[in-house]
């Protein structure tokens, strides 16, 4: 996740800059909304392209992790932009808890980290380890074996 969010700085960024300097942005506040629905959908993207071209990004690639569907075939564009929708789900309930009950200073952390926390403690509740938005998108992560370009050389003795 450290390696995929280093990327998306990139991506954001470059994505922010292009969006701020097309709309004449000068403060920071100015179009705030339709700057974040602007990176929301450069994200959307950049995920949904990737996992229904190869089924990876270059994070996924390093760590030979691929996205396919339940029955292990490649994922098209519209699934894939329906589980990055789903993998929101981290996130939002909690935040959006935080806001409703107006927490302040820790709680509007620690709320937060409990949805994720509980997310992730949701795969126990499958039988094969999937997370719920995988479940739900019907998609789901495999490990990619060695293949003999990508195995390390063989020592000789």
């Not at 029955?71 to 981290?90: D, E, K, N, T």
């Amino acid at each position: 996740m450290v390696y995929e969010a280093t990327l998306l700085f990139g991506i954001v960024f470059i994505s922010g800059w292009l969006f701020s300097t097309l709309v004449q942005q000068r403060h920071a506040l100015y179009l705030r909304g339709g700057l974040q629905i602007w990176l929301f959908l450069v994200m959307a993207l950049y995920f949904a392209w990737f996992w229904s071209h190869g089924g990876q990004t270059l994070p996924m690639k390093t760590w030979r992790i691929r996205l396919v569907t339940a029955s292990g075939a490649p994922v098209s564009f519209w699934r894939a932009g329906i589980r990055y929708l789903l993998a929101w789900l981290w996130f939002l309930p909690g935040l959006g808890l935080a806001m409703a009950i107006g927490a302040k200073a820790w709680m509007m952390v620690l709320i937060p980290v409990a949805n994720i926390v509980l997310w992730a403690l949701a795969i126990y509740l499958d039988p094969q380890r999937q997370f719920l938005h995988d479940r739900l998108a019907g998609t789901r992560l495999i490990r990619i074996a060695h293949t003999a370009s990508t195995a390390p050389p063989a020592r000789k003795a």
